[in-house]
């Protein structure tokens, strides 16, 4: 009896542990997700990482990640096929609660309009000081359609514009604070 009971606690005490790392591993997943501003396309389409990188590079790119608002570099090698049907799924069912779920609130007491007030892949760290920002452009955009016309966004250039225009770009490392 004493083996059976020793062998019943070690499985429950390895379930633990690989449950425990399951949940760890999802919730670094969600995080990877709006450290790009719930860009799965840019998460999983980023290029790898140069063959001359360094081991501590490699090492802190999970930690940068969370941090500076970019990816590490070689994300899709380092996911399992679930793992990116996971990010799949999280970012389309994100999209259904937006889509569905404030359009159907917004058709009863709000009226029309409040898909639009509400941003669920703006990022909740901090509010914002000002709304007007000034920013670099750090990467080529094109032109970007803002409430008061296009701009088009080319490297080195600087503008004075809304926030809530052009988040995702700055989440996204296109455009650099100033």
């Not at 940068?64 to 389309?92: C, I, M, N, W």
């Not at 990467?139 to 995702?168: N, P, Q, W, Y």
């Amino acid at each position: 009896m004493p083996t059976i009971l020793l062998y019943q606690t070690a499985i429950l005490r390895n379930k633990r542990c690989l449950l425990a790392y399951h949940h760890h591993r999802i919730e670094f997943l969600k995080d990877l997700y709006w450290s790009v501003g719930g860009a799965l396309p840019l998460l999983l389409s980023l290029p790898p990482a140069a063959a001359n990188a360094n081991a501590a590079e490699t090492a802190n790119a999970g930690a940068q990640a969370a941090g500076s608002g970019t990816a590490p570099q070689d994300v899709r090698s380092k996911l399992s096929p679930h793992e990116v049907d996971f990010l799949r799924s999280y970012a389309a069912s994100l999209l259904t609660l937006r889509t569905e779920a404030f359009s159907s609130a917004a058709e009863g007491a709000a009226g029309p309009g409040l898909t639009e007030d509400i941003d669920l892949l703006a990022p909740i760290s901090h509010p914002p000081k000002d709304l007007q920002v000034l920013v670099r452009v750090v990467h080529d955009c094109g032109i970007v359609h803002t409430e008061l016309g296009a701009i088009d966004f080319k490297r080195g250039h600087r503008f004075m514009v809304r926030r809530s225009d052009i988040e995702h770009l700055i989440v996204q490392g296109y455009l650099e604070e100033s």
